[in-house]
């Protein structure tokens, strides 16, 4: 099967005033479609570098990264902006809805922003808060929403255009444990539906749900578990 | 949501400060409506005031400003023989003199006397009694209100007039005259009192005889241009100007300052508009900045977040620029009434005239304004470093 991802020994160094900061060291990852993945490690260890490199907003030092197949090394930024648009979804420890709209037009932006019409953008619209239990809450705004509410409505918007890989850092990092274990479970459920899904987490008991684990440190993967 | 859509909604999310920046706005953008208004305006009052007349072209003995220079004798006859040209409808020949209008030994007033016999088309609109005729004894007078007020007397009666007509000559006598009508004067200013007759009536009074003319007032059959043309070959000595001409000298030199003025003051206004939405847009952006980066890690181009700043600082031009209009309409108005009370200024012109060029000509200032105060923030927009950022704001 050819890898959704592939990450070619990945290097990313920040030059720092310190003197440069090695972030990422040698990173070499395949992951399939459909897998699910979680990261975990101290901070500063370059969970976060990665998972942002996967995701295509940022690029390696060296090393290359193939998602599906294309190298993003050698593509203009629009077409990265275009592979992130239609193939990645992402979720952020912050939610960063937009607070001017509601629930359901925060779901609409990505989908209106890849040229979904009108209708069809409406009924995914409604089918996604009710996959994530909140289709009675469509027209309130963020400021509404308490914090496990408006990350359900970010995995939403995140699974808009039907991602083929959906990344999260810390997507529990602002809730309480209740909130957080739902999350967790929808998570779960994404994965199921068939959507790859790479986490970045602190939480073990998150990252403990994945079949598949990395433990970073000092930019390296120190440890890859597999559950069996 | 469409990119209209979407920057209205991020624009009025702080409603407060889009409501102050658009009242900022309009007030610059009404002070730059009312400076492209000053820029023409007393030019195209100008002409029009010219226009209203009836007469196109101007003939003088020299070109020395009109009127007040050498004056071009046999008047009659330039008059008649230009009269005789197919390309002038109408030759009238013009003179001046400045008077004293007595009421019993003392002068009451210092009045601008024109001696014009009246043709088809005269200066002048009757506004109570008759107009000059050559008939009346002692000779006909018609004068504006102002003088009128200053006599105290009512049409029909007579009163006396000292005139003189050369600073040469020795004191003059006064001279009866019957009031016969009122009349508006276009050149009139709000305190200026002035008065016509005849020109044989003036010639009388004046007491010189000298059939000469301050210019002769045409009015062309085919066009102000073929008409300056049939009276250059007639008569090479005079000097013909056109109503453009006068205008144009005028533009070139009487009205400098105001254009000037204009210019300096359009500048700054446009300035402070940059600054501002340049300002506004900026402080937005930078208290987005995670959440651009956000929508730029869900797929939006720099384009495209771009495209968002700019069409938001078009949207605060717009409506600024719209409620510009109305507040610097009514703030050309009050500023006019205070320029036109100057002395020396005929009523009938304006500082401020609305003309459809200045609108557009505002609108395209305003876009332009808008266009480079969004370049900056556009351009912090396009650059922003989506990785940076996102986690600069989880570490804030």
Redesign the interface.
């Known amino acids: 099967m050819t890898p959704l991802i592939e990450a070619r020994t990945l290097g990313k160094v920040f030059p720092m005033g310190g003197g440069p900061v090695h972030a990422l060291r040698d990173i070499s990852l395949q992951m399939c479609a459909g897998e699910y993945l979680t990261i975990r490690g101290p901070s500063g260890c370059g969970k976060?570098?990665l998972l942002?490199?996967l995701?295509c907003?940022?690029t390696p030092t060296s090393g290359s990264l193939l998602f599906d197949s294309r190298d993003v090394g050698s593509l203009a930024?629009?077409e990265r902006?275009?592979i992130?648009?239609?193939s990645?979804?992402?979720v952020?420890?912050?939610f960063?809805l937009?607070?001017?709209?509601t629930a359901a037009?925060n779901v609409?932006?990505?989908q209106?922003?890849?040229g979904v019409p009108k209708a069809d953008r409406r009924r995914r619209t409604m089918e996604l808060l009710e996959y994530v239990g909140l289709a009675h809450r469509a027209d309130h705004r963020p400021s509404q929403l308490s914090g496990g509410e408006a990350q359900r409505v970010a995995i939403a918007?995140?699974l808009a255009?039907r991602p083929r890989l959906l990344l999260a850092?810390?997507p529990t990092g602002e809730l309480d444990r209740a909130n957080g274990e739902h999350i967790a479970e929808l998570l779960d459920r994404v994965q199921s539906d068939g959507t790859a899904v790479v986490v970045v987490t602190h939480d073990g008991a998150l990252a403990e749900r994945a079949p598949r684990r990395l433990l970073m440190r000092d930019g390296r993967i120190e440890q890859e578990e597999f559950r069996r | 949501m469409r990119v209209l859509a979407f920057a209205s909604r991020s624009l009025f999310r702080q409603p407060g400060r889009t409501a102050l920046g658009i009242l900022g706005i309009a007030a610059v953008g009404a002070l730059l409506f009312d400076m492209l208004l000053l820029s023409r305006g007393l030019v195209v009052s100008f002409r029009d005031l010219l226009d209203s007349i009836g007469f196109d072209v101007r003939v003088t003995a020299t070109d020395s400003p009109l009127p007040g220079g050498v004056r071009l004798d046999n008047a009659s006859e330039a008059a008649a023989q230009l009269a005789r040209l197919p390309e002038l409808r109408e030759v009238v020949p013009m003179r001046t003199a400045t008077g004293e209008a007595l009421r019993g030994e003392r002068a009451v007033a210092t009045v601008g006397l024109t001696g014009m016999d009246p043709g088809a088309r005269r200066p002048w609109t009757i506004v109570a009694g008759q107009d000059l005729d050559g008939a009346t004894t002692p000779p006909a007078l018609v004068i504006n209100q102002t003088l009128m007020d200053a006599l105290g007397t009512s049409l029909g009666t007579t009163i006396s007039m000292r005139v003189s007509c050369s600073a040469n000559r020795a004191a003059p006598v006064a001279v009866p005259f019957t009031l016969v009508g009122i009349a508006q004067f276009p050149f009139d200013d709000e305190a200026q009192s002035t008065g016509v007759m005849t020109r044989s009536a003036l010639r009388s009074a004046c007491g010189d005889g000298a059939d000469d003319a301050d210019m002769l007032m045409v009015s062309s059959a085919g066009g102000s241009a073929a008409a300056l043309a049939a009276i250059r070959r007639a008569r090479p000595d005079l000097v013909p100007v056109t109503n453009e001409q006068i205008v144009a000298r005028m533009q070139t030199q009487g009205f400098t300052y105001f254009r000037q003025i204009s210019a300096v003051l359009s500048t700054i206004t446009l300035i402070f508009g940059f600054l501002l939405i340049t300002v506004l847009l900026t402080v937005s952006v930078n208290q987005r900045l995670g959440e651009i980066a956000a929508l730029r890690a869900l797929g939006f181009s720099a384009r495209r977040a771009a495209a968002d700043v700019f069409v938001q600082g078009a949207l605060l031009v717009a409506i600024g620029g719209v409620l510009a209009l109305p507040v610097g309409y009514a703030l050309s108005l009050w500023l006019d009434r205070i320029l036109k009370a100057m002395p020396g200024i005929p009523t009938s012109m304006h500082f401020f005239v609305f003309e459809p060029r200045a609108l557009l000509t505002h609108a395209a200032l305003l876009i332009a304004t808008a266009v480079l105060a969004s370049a900056y923030p556009m351009w912090l927009v396009a650059r922003l470093p989506i990785a940076t950022t996102l986690r600069n704001e989880v570490v804030g």
């Open positions: 976060s570098t942002h490199i995701g907003v940022d930024d629009a902006s275009e992130r648009l239609r990645i979804g992402f952020f420890q912050r960063f937009l607070p001017m709209l037009e609409d932006v990505p209106a922003e890849a918007r995140a255009n850092d810390e």
